[in-house]
């Protein structure tokens, strides 16, 4: 309203990675205008990096997606969205004539941080009925669920170390001074790891590079890539052959502690130590260390999660908790319980299998209902019955996002039919019939399902949407319901609140039964103006701090949560053992028989002397993966896109910071700027992910004006962790040369 002073001030979780800090918001005249942290809120305290703070930016970028996209005679065109939705239908039926797998879906990283995502891309899955669903968990964190599941029946119990009470900490292949922390909420992670420092304990960072995180920790190891299992073996071997396994109050949850301690005999640090490049006595130093701190804990991300190893891997980051008698405990690596979660009965649970089917042409086994994204390509290429015809990303960007991007680009421009629900038109989303934009992070709520499960603190947020719909868009729950609902053969037409309303009902149904009343009662009780909302008043109430619909009074809810919108705290991580355990013998089944078949495998790789450059990986303050290169302030500054080098080995190539440098692996080559820097370990060169945006097509303009190159070009789609069907993205072997050789004197 012009001549009044419409500003105000709104609160809402940030979105933009799994730190989920408050931010505190400007709004002047229904626009963001300003972000900085909430000082006030339980979990951050104020703290905001530059993609937070940039939250005004990215909301305002001109290049989002406002209203529906359709390909008219070869151009994407804007549309209402009763057309989008009729062409969806159109083209989903055509396709589904030759079978319900011939429609895959790929889920990409974003979903994990909107209620959309979280409430409706389950129910879309199951009413496609496909086989063929992908997502960004195999090229990320699979691994960690596979061992979760084997070692606790459950493959989303994923203990995250105990931050802020913890005296050892050791990282492997984690930078959360760039990536603000994984699979490990923690808002302001370098000002916990700083706190540990200033509290008389220490941290320890095994990295190939010495990154920020490294350089600020009390030591850094440096490690050759893909060999953090031979690492971790060796301290396994060390704990027992040196008589430190003390499991603690642990003892009566553990079976297979023997098996272990077999298989660990051919690991012994002098074994290990040419291969994996950290000296052997160092070695058997840290496992003393580990088994003598008050409390201590072990940490692994991406470095360990996306290797040749990487379930391997996953699973000695635990076995070490366990032996040193940390899992579980405060200090050590402990099970979160987040608000819309419940606890259950101790007891044996079913446990967890893999492999229920296959891919069709390479036979990768399922693993949580999905099959690898490293497979994508194949399936869409491939001839037959059950061959992918028609795609459905939602939040994802696998072109540049997954392992032979070109292979997949051009596997993409095949298929018969493809829908996008993002909000930028991309290096993936280009490729769409027709694209479904969810209106901006302000315009909806924000409660995190999959984050606060993972959180160094147990605490719940909820953050209604800060600024009312824009007429012309689609609430996200709306886009997933009427494609779930056109999935499902109601039509596209049909009205989404059906749905709404189906999944509250089921909610309901399961929490009267648990509380003996009746669903019809629950419901006239449940609050909330969205359907997002209602959902997630049913799951608070029923959860393990709930208000169990009345029965105690001072317990969670919807309202409650609006009442507190800088969060409420629920305390520190509390022991969560047998509760938590799924496994047929309710104990922590230390040595799942999948993991130890592929022990195998480990130990023919110890004898194989290293050779040649291996690539991995780096992330950036001010990236997100590959979406947020259009947002001015993240990408101003020197180009990040640049192939580091070690000195030494830029000597031997001819190469200077500046030069042009041709990367090549097995499946592609590509020419990028070299950085000399002694941050990366000799025989191994670094690129960051998620660059690449000159491709015709899209349209990102401030993306396409800083472009990169994309290092998934490099990357092998044929190699994967088999266990989890996780792609290799780190450790990649390459040649490296000058791009333009000297002309011949
Ligand atoms: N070489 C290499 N490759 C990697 C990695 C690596 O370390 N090295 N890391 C991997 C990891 S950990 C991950 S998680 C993946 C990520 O892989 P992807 O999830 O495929 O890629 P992102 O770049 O996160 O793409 C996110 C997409 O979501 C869209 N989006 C943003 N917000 C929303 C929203 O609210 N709703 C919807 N519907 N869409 C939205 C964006 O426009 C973008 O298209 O990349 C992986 N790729
Ligand atoms: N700023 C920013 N933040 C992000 C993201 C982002 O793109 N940018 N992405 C988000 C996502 S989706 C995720 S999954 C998380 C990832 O969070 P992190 O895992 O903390 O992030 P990375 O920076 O990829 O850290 C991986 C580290 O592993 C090292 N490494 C590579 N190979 C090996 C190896 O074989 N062994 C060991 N020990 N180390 C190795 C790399 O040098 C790198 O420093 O970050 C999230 N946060
Ligand atoms: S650290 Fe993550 S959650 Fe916090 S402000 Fe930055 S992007 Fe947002
Ligand atoms: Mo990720």
Not at 65 to 81: A, K
Not at 227 to 249: I, K, M, P, Q, S
Not at 309 to 336: E, H, K, Q
Not at 684 to 706: C, E, F, I, K, N
Request: net charge neutral.
């Amino acid at each position: 309203m012009p001549g009044t002073n419409a500003t105000r001030t709104a609160h809402r979780t940030c979105p933009l990675c799994e730190a989920t800090c408050g931010l505190t918001l400007t709004i002047t005249d229904n626009r963001v205008t300003h972000a900085r942290g909430d000082r006030e809120h339980v979990f951050s305290h104020g703290f905001v990096c530059p993609k937070g703070a940039a939250f005004p930016q990215l909301l305002a970028d001109p290049d989002r997606l406002r209203r529906p996209l359709l390909r008219i005679d070869g151009t994407l065109r804007e549309v209402g969205w009763d057309e989008a939705f009729a062409a969806v239908e159109a083209g989903l039926t055509a396709v589904r004539a030759n079978g319900r797998d011939a429609v895959a879906v790929y889920l990409g990283n974003p979903n994990v941080h909107t209620m959309a995502g979280g409430l409706y891309v389950g129910p879309l899955v199951r009413a496609l009925g496909t086989r063929n669903v992908f997502s960004a968990s195999t090229v990320d964190q699979m691994p960690k669920h596979v061992s979760s599941g084997h070692l606790y029946g459950d493959p989303n119990a994923i203990p995250v170390p105990d931050l802020d009470r913890t005296d050892l900490l050791v990282l492997l292949g984690a930078n959360p001074w760039e990536s603000n922390g994984s699979l490990c909420t923690a808002p302001d992670f370098p000002g916990r790891l700083r706190a540990l420092q200033a509290r008389g304990g220490r941290f320890l960072v095994v990295d190939p590079r010495r990154t920020r995180t490294a350089a600020a920790a009390d030591e850094h190891l440096p490690i050759r890539p893909g060999t953090d299992a031979l690492l971790l073996f060796a301290v396994v071997h060390t704990l027992f052959d040196e008589d430190l396994v003390r499991l603690g109050g642990l003892r009566e949850h553990v079976t297979g502690l023997d098996d272990v301690r077999k298989l660990a005999a051919a690991f012994a640090p002098e074994r290990v130590t040419d291969r994996c490049a950290v000296p052997a006595p160092r070695i058997r130093q840290l496992a003393r260390e580990l088994a003598t701190a008050p409390t201590a804990a072990v940490y692994g991300r991406i470095g360990t999660c996306t290797v040749e190893f990487g379930t391997l891997t996953s699973w000695l980051v635990d076995v070490v908790n366990v032996l040193t008698g940390n899992l579980d405990r405060p200090g050590g690596a402990m099970f979160p319980l987040a608000a819309h979660q419940r606890t259950r009965a101790a007891g044996p649970g079913p446990g967890f299998r893999t492999g229920r089917w296959v891919s069709r042409v390479r036979g990768l086994p399922e693993v949580k209902g999905e099959l690898p994204v490293a497979t994508l390509a194949d399936e869409i290429e491939t001839p037959g019955e059950g061959q992918v015809r028609a795609l459905i990303t939602i939040a994802g960007n696998p072109v540049l996002s997954t392992a032979n991007s070109r292979r997949l680009d051009a596997a993409l421009a095949s298929l018969d039919f493809m829908v996008s629900v993002d909000p930028y038109l991309n290096e993936t989303t280009r490729h769409a019939d027709v694209v479904l934009p969810p209106p901006g992070p302000a315009h909806s709520g924000h409660y995190d399902f999959a984050l606060l499960t993972l959180a160094v603190r147990n605490v719940a947020t909820y953050s209604p949407p800060v600024l009312p719909p824009d007429p012309d868009a689609l609430d996200e729950c709306d886009i997933l319901a009427r494609l779930t609902l056109t999935a499902a053969g109601q039509g596209a037409d049909a009205d989404p609140a059906v749905l709404h309303e189906q999944l509250l009902a089921r909610l309901l149904t399961e929490a009267a039964e648990g509380l003996g009343r009746s669903a019809a009662d629950l419901r006239a009780l449940i609050a909330g103006e969205r359907p997002a909302e209602r959902l997630l008043d049913a799951r608070l109430r029923f959860g393990a701090y709930g208000d169990q619909f009345g029965q105690r009074p001072d317990g969670l809810s919807l309202i409650r949560l609006l009442d507190h919108p800088h969060g409420v705290d629920l305390g520190p991580l509390r022991p969560r053992l047998p509760e938590v355990l799924r496994t047929p013998t309710g104990t922590v089944e230390l040595c799942p028989p999948p993991i130890a078949a592929d022990v195998a495998r480990l130990r023919a790789a110890r004898d194989v002397p290293p050779e040649g450059f291996v690539l991995v990986g780096r992330r950036h303050l001010r990236s997100n993966n590959s979406w947020m290169h259009n947002v001015p302030a993240l990408v101003k500054g020197r180009d990040r896109c640049t192939l580091q080098v070690h000195p030494d080995d830029a000597t031997t190539l001819g190469l200077a910071t500046g030069d042009d440098a041709r990367v090549s692996s097995r499946v592609g080559s590509l020419v990028v700027a070299v950085e000399v820097t002694a941050d990366t370990m000799p025989g191994v060169v670094s690129l960051p992910h998620g660059w690449g945006h000159d491709v015709p097509g899209t349209r990102q303009s401030v993306a396409r004006a800083h472009a990169g190159v994309n290092s998934n070009v490099l990357t092998d789609e044929t190699a994967v962790d088999p266990l989890s069907g996780n792609t290799v993205l780190n450790g990649i072997p390459v040649r490296v040369e000058p791009a333009a050789p000297a002309a011949p004197a």
